[in-house]
Nanobody
Framework: VQLQASGGGLVQAGASLRLSCVAS????????VGWFRQAPGKKREGVSC????????YYADSVKGRFTISKDNAKNTVYLQMSSLQPEDTAVYYC?????????????????????WGQGTLVTVSS
């Protein structure tokens, strides 16, 4: 299983970005996917997760109302639409996938629960 994350960049506060995570798997609907981020000197933290079918989602309190996760199983892709970005959103964003997580398992997000990871995409928000 390979994951390819993309869509990061340098933006000003208040701007929007859309991250994409494309997976090379056979049946993507079997995989829960999570977006995590890691800022310099900090632990990787869960931002938003989505169940295999896309019916169940999780958002960290810090991004609720600003970020939207969606899953297109026909395209093997998960998106993270990020709006009203703030400097504290600056981090490397990683997508992780797991074929063993039930919808009830995506909250709270646990890094160790995701078996497969993409390479990360850097999001930098300037004030």
């Amino acid at each position: 299983v390979q994951l390819q994350a993309s869509g990061g960049g340098l933006v000003q506060a208040g701007a929007s970005l859309r991250l994409s995570c494309v997976a090379s798997v056979g049946t993507f609907s079997n995989y829960a996917v999570g977006w995590f981020r890691q800022a310099p000197g900090k632990k990787r933290e869960g931002v938003s997760c989505i169940s295999g079918s896309g019916a169940v989602t999780y958002y960290a309190d810090s991004v609720k109302g600003r970020f939207t996760i969606s899953k297109d199983n026909a395209k093997n892709t998960v998106y993270l639409q990020m709006s009203s970005l703030q400097p504290e959103d600056t981090a490397v964003y990683y997508c992780g996938a797991s074929p063993t997580l039930d919808p009830s398992d995506i909250d709270p997000p646990i890094v160790e629960a995701y078996e497969y990871w993409g390479q990360g995409t850097l999001v930098t928000v300037s004030s």
